[in-house]
């Protein structure tokens, strides 16, 4: 069955603009609620990390405000929770200068900490997932993704947002068991949307990101909103209206595999976009589905994948990358008079925790020597 898709134009982060464009995006999927007074609302933003007010990596401080004032103007009881990258929740809300503003409206702001481990249902791949379980206890869950491109998944919409309920010392473990496999993560995503089933979903494509996201791409004014009660048929509509065929991408081709219908009728203006820039495809030539002994598909990887690189003039020695990075192959090391993170390329798993939790975009990646020859050859046997 085909889910609307709401979409409004809005091209920069003005209040009142953007209270209205939401209202009317929100508007048709919150009568589905009738009367909100005394129901408990989850508010799961997209806050990666915040590095000023304006950063692309989050979801803008504006629309977190507008989302609350709506619902808490209907009667609900608003909580935003959420496990960002390296802040914690409360840090990331005061620098974007919106504690204040939030508290006025009775919204509570913090960290998940209620993870249980709990048995999944059949529909599952994952049969036992250790999560944040404090969704259980609300009668709605919003979920609030920023449009952004991801050096693993190529998009990062709302489902990818749910990834936020796995403990941080969890996701790493999660990195290293399925880092290099994109299509198992795809589907660890696709048991997270199964699991939650967020009620609403919610886009802020007003500046979105693309080139090397998810933390550290180019800005890109996308100048819209999008809404609907379904986060994959959300995903798949904006993915389309951000120029990304859906086959190209693992989570909609690991969903087609399962069944799962992501078929969607659009409502609303949609905006007419170039196509987003999107990372290097890093797992293109490796994954092919075919059984290789673990030997040479780690050489395979190595010589066709794409792997990460510093550029060091950028990097300022936070060390961060090295902490995130699952399989520790990064170590900080002294070179031309100031410590920079050294890869072991023979230990990464391409999992690009690295290129996502930079904070000054000092990692990128790369395509191989023959990732880039087989890709000149496709390319010339299409024309």
């Known amino acids: 069955m085909?889910?609307?898709?709401?979409?409004?134009?809005?091209?920069?982060?003005?209040?009142?603009q953007v209270r209205q464009s939401l209202r009317q995006i929100v508007s048709p999927l919150l009568t589905n609620w009738g009367d909100l007074t005394g129901k408990k609302v989850l508010l799961k933003p997209n806050l990666l990390f915040c590095r000023s007010n304006e950063d692309p990596a989050a979801v803008h401080p504006e629309l977190i405000v507008a989302v609350s004032e709506i619902l808490t103007e209907a009667g609900a009881s608003v909580t935003l929770?959420?496990?960002?990258?390296?802040q914690n929740v409360n840090t990331i809300i005061e620098k974007m200068n919106i504690a204040s503003r939030l508290t006025e409206l009775g919204v509570l702001f913090n960290d998940f900490t209620d993870y249980r481990t709990g048995t999944l249902s059949d529909q599952c791949c994952f049969r036992q997932l250790r999560i944040a379980r404090e969704f259980e206890s609300f009668d709605l869950v919003i979920d609030l993704a920023k449009a952004k491109t991801h050096a693993m998944m190529t998009l990062t919409l709302a489902v990818k947002n749910l990834f936020g309920l796995i403990d941080s010392a969890d996701r790493i473990a999660w990195h290293l068991a399925v880092g290099s496999d994109f299509a198992r993560f795809a589907d660890l995503l696709l048991d997270l949307y199964l699991t939650v089933k967020p009620q609403i979903s919610i886009i802020d494509g007003i500046i979105g990101m693309e080139g090397n996201g998810p933390g550290s791409g180019t800005p890109v004014n996308s100048g819209f909103l999008a809404a609907s009660a379904?986060?994959?048929?959300?995903?798949?509509?904006?993915?389309?209206?951000?120029?990304?065929p859906l086959e190209q991408i693992v989570l909609f081709r690991q969903a087609k595999k399962r069944g799962l219908d992501f078929s969607f009728t659009n409502c609303?203006?949609?905006?007419?976009?170039?196509?987003?820039?999107?990372?290097?495809?890093?797992?293109?030539?490796?994954?092919?589905g075919v059984w290789l002994p673990p030997f040479f598909?780690?050489?395979?990887?190595?010589?066709?994948?794409?792997?990460?690189?510093?550029a060091a003039a950028e990097c300022i020695s936070c060390g961060r990358c090295v902490r995130v990075c699952p399989p520790?192959?990064?170590?900080?090391?002294?070179?031309?008079?100031?410590?920079?993170?050294?890869?072991?390329?023979?230990?990464?798993?391409?999992?690009?925790?690295?290129?996502?939790?930079?904070?000054?975009?000092?990692?990128?990646?790369?395509?191989?020597?023959?990732?880039?020859?087989?890709?000149?050859?496709?390319k010339l046997f299409r024309r």
């Open 2 to 16: 085909s889910t609307p898709v709401y979409y409004a134009v809005q091209k920069d982060y003005a209040p009142e």
């Open 81 to 86: 929770l959420e496990n960002p990258g390296t």
């Open 268 to 288: 609303g203006t949609l905006p007419a976009l170039p196509p987003y820039k999107l990372p290097d495809p890093p797992g293109r030539l490796y994954a092919w």
């Open 297 to 310: 598909k780690k050489q395979l990887r190595n010589l066709v994948g794409s792997r990460p690189v510093l």
């Open 230 to 244: 379904d986060a994959l048929a959300l995903d798949a509509s904006v993915a389309q209206t951000l120029g990304t």
């Open 328 to 378: 520790q192959s990064l170590k900080m090391k002294e070179k031309n008079k100031k410590s920079v993170p050294v890869f072991n390329l023979n230990n990464c798993i391409r999992c690009y925790c690295c290129q996502e939790h930079c904070p000054k975009g000092a990692i990128t990646t790369r395509p191989q020597l023959l990732s880039a020859f087989f890709s000149k050859l496709v």
